[in-house]
């Protein structure tokens, strides 16, 4: 028997539950994953609200974590039982002892990154490589406006900026969310609760404001963003945290000069083998060099997923927080 975490209808916390079943099989194709550690994700919070639908009901919770192999399903080759394993992607159920889910989206884990690390790393730490890396090519120089910089995500994106010669603006709720954003690198902050994001950003830019926007905290600060934007530039809209989008007049983006918006995801970018191989093999090289360190600030049992995700919706959060089976 295993423990997981399910929901049988779309709500708040209290509708996640605790079940104790028979594990699954792992099927051709597929890999069986004991976790030693369980990333948790604001896309977490999504599913179980039902701003995502599950694909059907009752439903697992959960995509990212790293474990060891279990078990592995006919016509497996790159990995065997005991491979230290991590993942980011594939069907809902990381929330859970062991979690099956197909081959091509686990890889091996370096022997210099541990389970925690991993878990807490490989969803948000594979965001910001396409963020910084994909979707806008940031060079040396650059400056550059994230939001929630003191985040899961935000954290990452500030030593990688860091890295990369960047300046990252990071927009933060409090003093001490500031100490820590610059603490990770970030070349300035702006806390939000009490100055004004557009008139710091032309200050700090000398009036330039700033080629590209990384949002992920969606209708709060959609006006905003744009408003930080050089003319051409580009809005990152890659969250939702304060809700989706909507009902948005795209002339909106000529009036404030010709901007452009995407709305990346993960799936969109690490969307075969190969590029899901390399996404990973610079995140890791990011890791083992010490030029980018993943702060847990919180840990939770298995059976507390729903007081974690209540914590990270509150922004009662710093860095990453992982589950622990």
Not at 77 to 106: F, M, N, S
Not at 236 to 244: C, I, K, L
């Amino acid at each position: 028997m295993a423990k997981s975490i399910q929901f049988s209808r779309t709500g708040g916390p209290e509708v996640l539950e605790v079940v104790d079943a028979a594990p699954a099989e792992p099927g051709p194709g597929e890999v069986r994953i004991a976790n030693r550690a369980v990333g948790l994700n604001f896309i977490d919070i999504y599913f179980r609200t039902g701003l995502y639908p599950a694909p059907s009901l009752p439903s697992g919770l959960g995509t990212e974590g790293a474990g060891v192999v279990d078990a592995v399903g006919e016509g497996v080759y790159h990995l065997a039982v005991g491979d230290r394993v991590a993942y980011a992607q594939g069907p809902l159920g990381a929330y859970a002892e062991l979690h099956v889910l197909p081959a091509e989206k686990v890889v091996v884990l370096p022997d210099g990154i541990d389970f925690e690390t991993a878990a807490a790393s490989m969803l948000k730490g594979l965001t910001v490589q396409y963020l910084l890396r994909q979707t806008h090519r940031v060079e040396s120089g650059e400056t550059i406006l994230f939001h929630a910089a003191a985040g899961g995500v935000g954290s990452i994106a500030c030593q990688w900026a860091k890295a990369l010669g960047v300046k990252l603006i990071g927009t933060v709720s409090s003093p001490e969310k500031a100490e820590l954003a610059k603490a990770n690198g970030a070349w300035a902050t702006i806390d939000y609760t009490r100055e004004n994001v557009v008139e710091r950003v032309r200050e700090l830019t000398g009036g330039e404001m700033v080629p590209v926007v990384y949002d992920s905290v969606g209708k709060d600060t959609w006006e905003t963003s744009l408003d930080c934007l050089q003319k051409r530039g580009l809005m990152v809209s890659f969250g939702n945290a304060s809700g989706p989008v909507e009902n948005v007049n795209i002339g909106i983006l000529n009036q404030k000069g010709a901007l452009y918006v995407t709305r990346p995801s993960l799936n969109g970018y690490a969307d075969t083998r190969e590029r899901f191989e390399s996404m990973c093999r610079d995140l890791f090289e990011r890791l083992e060099s010490g030029q980018v360190e993943v702060a847990i600030g919180q840990r939770y049992p298995l059976d507390r997923a729903g007081e974690a995700q209540q914590a990270l919706a509150s922004r009662r959060t710093t860095g990453s927080t992982i589950l622990l089976p």
